[in-house]
Structures are given as structure tokens and as C-alpha cells.
């Protein structure tokens, strides 16, 4: 596991993971940031843990439908206690996995900001997909958000739109019946398996040249018309976040047709 996650560093993976290169436009100076009104070049990227994150989960999920016996119905819901052995040592792999991520993107990022010779004025880098403990009503509880990211109040977000439509940095307005949480993207609107039967080549293309967007590598089952309207979803959730800057993307790398997730 050791020689994967090294040899893994510094990757993307594959599914919806990618790394993009676009115009990123704060529309008022940002005190928090230190970053003046204007456009500036950005490097935005979406990773996870890679084939080190995929096993720990797949171990450990074995391990508790060992000690959780459900029914077959229910048996993917099988748990761990977080006061057993097995829980802490779940939870500790899980906030390695964490880190892991932030590594890769860390390293991604850096490879490139030598390469290009480039000053590096911000830094924004969150988790989603990922459980942390936190106190609410005087307990502590574990949120897990699944699909979602963290928007405690003043907490810096990036919600990703398609690779043509734009993507947001966010501060989070800390909505306690959201649990302080946004979207973490658009969102598919269209299945993977769907995306590829309908989608054509030479509609992504189309897409990709109206918006002058250079692709480097991707499948059709991450084609712009397979996300939701970015734009709606940051409407529905502007008691959630605030934007700070606005992301519009012009150079895409991602994985192949129906690539797997990791």
C-alpha cells in the first residue's frame, strides 16, 4: 500500500477528476485573500486518495460487514463503533487518506507553479466527500458530507461548474439547517453510461470551441451537457455561500471515457 500511495502522489486519477487552467475574476477586492479586483490566471484541480484511499475504505468496509451482521438488504449500512478498536483505527486511516489528497493536489500544484516559473498569490484547498467530528447542540457528532463541502461561516470553498461552465471560490455564510454545508459542484444530470450513449463527439466539440475551452483528454461521460446548469445550483444555494471570485475555465485535462473514480 506504502509503494502505491508513493507512486500515486501527485496523480489525478480518473472519473471526474481534472486539472484546469483558467481565468479566475474577483469582481471587488477580497481583504481576506489580499487579492486586488481583477482577472488572474488560475490552476484549479480535483483529486482524491487515490488506489491508498480506495483500500482503506474497501478493507474496512469489509471489516464491518464482519462485525455488523445486517441483512442482505442492508448490509452495505454495516458500521463500525467509533468507541471499538477497529473505529479509532478506521478513523485515523481515514484522516490519513485526507491528508493524502491535499498531498496530491499540493504536489500537483507545485510541479506546475515550477515549471511555469510562476508567483503564487492565494491558496484555496478543502475537503469533500469526507466525515469530521464537530460539535453541535453542545455534542459531538460526526458530519459526514457526501456530495457536499464545508461552508462554516468564513470557511473558503470551490465549487466546480463543468468544463465549460464556470466554477466559484465561496465563503461559507455557516447556515446551521444546512449544516453548514454547500454543493460541491453542478452535479450530473445525466448518467455516465447515458453521457456516452447520447453525447457525440462532434456536439462536445462544438461546445468546447463556442466556449474556447482546449480539452486535453477526456471522455464524453464528462461532457459539459451531462452536468446540471451551475448557475441555477449556485442560485439555490446563495444562502449557503457567498461568491468571491468567478473561475472560467479555458484549458481541461481529464481521464478517458468511463475511467473509474479513485
Known amino acids: 500500500l506504502k509503494d502505491k500511495a508513493w507512486s500515486q502522489l501527485g496523480s489525478s486519477g480518473g472519473g471526474n477528476h481534472f486539472v484546469e487552467f483558467g481565468i479566475l475574476e474577483f469582481a471587488k477586492d477580497d481583504a481576506v485573500l489580499n487579492i486586488p479586483k481583477g482577472k488572474y490566471v488560475a490552476l484549479l484541480t480535483h483529486s482524491g486518495s487515490r488506489g491508498f484511499g480506495a483500500t482503506v475504505a474497501g478493507h474496512y468496509t469489509k471489516m464491518a460487514k464482519d462485525v455488523c451482521k445486517l441483512p442482505d438488504v442492508a448490509k452495505n449500512l454495516a458500521y463500525l463503533d467509533m468507541n471499538s478498536s477497529l473505529g479509532q483505527e478506521y478513523w485515523i486511516a481515514m484522516n490519513l487518506a485526507g491528508d493524502y489528497a491535499s498531498a496530491c493536489h499540493e504536489v500537483i500544484h507545485k510541479k506546475m507553479e515550477k515549471a511555469l516559473g510562476a508567483t503564487v ?142
Open 121 to 262: 498569490l492565494a491558496k484555496v484547498e478543502n475537503h469533500h466527500n469526507f466525515a469530521w467530528k464537530e460539535v453541535w447542540n453542545g455534542e459531538e457528532v460526526i458530519v459526514h458530507r457526501k456530495g457536499a463541502t464545508p461552508a462554516g461561516k468564513g470557511v473558503m470553498g470551490i465549487i466546480p461548474g463543468s468544463m465549460t461552465a464556470p466554477g466559484f471560490l465561496v465563503r461559507g455564510k455557516g447556515e446551521e439547517n444546512a449544516i453548514n454545508s454547500a454543493s460541491h459542484g453542478a452535479g450530473r444530470q445525466m448518467s455516465r453510461t447515458k453521457a456516452i450513449k447520447t453525447i457525440t463527439k462532434n456536439e462536445m466539440q462544438t461546445i468546447l470551441k463556442d466556449h474556447g475551452v482546449t480539452l486535453i483528454g477526456a471522455g464524453l461521460d464528462e461532457a459539459p451537457m451531462a452536468y446540471k446548469d451551475i448557475n441555477m445550483v449556485m442560485a439555490s444555494q446563495e444562502d449557503l455561500v457567498d461568491v468571491v471570485a468567478k473561475f472560467t475555465p479555458k484549458m481541461v485535462r481529464m481521464a478517458d471515457d468511463g475511467s473509474r473514480e479513485d
